[in-house]
């Protein structure tokens, strides 16, 4: 099985609750252990079979299926390769204030290095905690004003650059379908996201399968 849907962001706007609900939806198949699967732009190499293989071959009969990963918005490379090798496959975003996101961006970074190693078989997590001895301390603690600096880009890439929305949809929008929600209405309204989320995604399953 490939996926129907891909979930591309963006970072702090709510995607792992979003993944978590996915993984309770009796309906929705999600790989388990995977909420940043980042396939078309990490793995790419290994191939639509190793793919599946990889996080959808414990599919056991939900009616649609679909995996979550944050650099597909950033990406053309990975759009691209999207567009192409899934033609029919529905993007789904949750934008949050880009102010607030990059706030929470840099704080998830400047204190992730304290918190324990993750399990080395998932994804997800810290990209260290895959090596025998990760280094631990403060790793990524550096004030959020050196993005500011001009040598500062890279930083400013990637805690303000997600944020720059109106780019990104343009690019989008160009190459795969795409469905917009935003993380307020996720605090305020979850049933009703999961709900609206799940509908779209059945339906543009139910268009595959009339075609």
């Known amino acids: 099985m490939l996926p129907h849907f891909l979930h591309i962001g963006s970072a702090k706007a709510a995607s792992t609750w979003l993944y978590e609900a996915c993984l309770e939806h009796p309906e929705i198949h999600v790989p388990p252990r995977n909420d940043n699967v980042n396939f078309f732009l990490v793995h790419y190499d290994r191939g639509l079979d190793w793919y599946q293989a990889q996080y959808f071959a414990d599919h056991t009969g939900e009616t649609v299926g679909g995996e979550f990963s944050n650099s597909y918005l950033l990406s053309e490379v990975a759009l691209e390769r999207i567009s192409r090798d899934l033609p029919d496959v529905r993007l ?104 609206a989320f799940a509908e779209d995604t059945f339906h543009l399953l139910s268009r595959q399968i009339l075609r």
């Open 92 to 195: 789904t975003c949750m934008l949050r204030n880009p102010i607030d996101r990059a706030y929470l961006n840099w704080a998830h970074m400047y204190f992730k290095s304290g918190r324990p190693r993750q399990h080395p078989d998932t994804d997800s997590g810290d990209p260290i905690d895959i090596l025998p001895n990760p280094p631990r301390g403060p790793l990524f603690r550096l004030p959020m004003e050196i993005v500011g600096h001009p040598n500062g880009w890279t930083w400013c890439r990637m805690w303000l650059e997600p944020g720059l929305y109106a780019a990104q949809l343009r690019r989008i929008r160009r190459l795969v379908p795409l469905r917009l929600g935003g993380d307020q209405d996720a605090r305020q309204q979850p049933l009703s996201i999961v709900a």
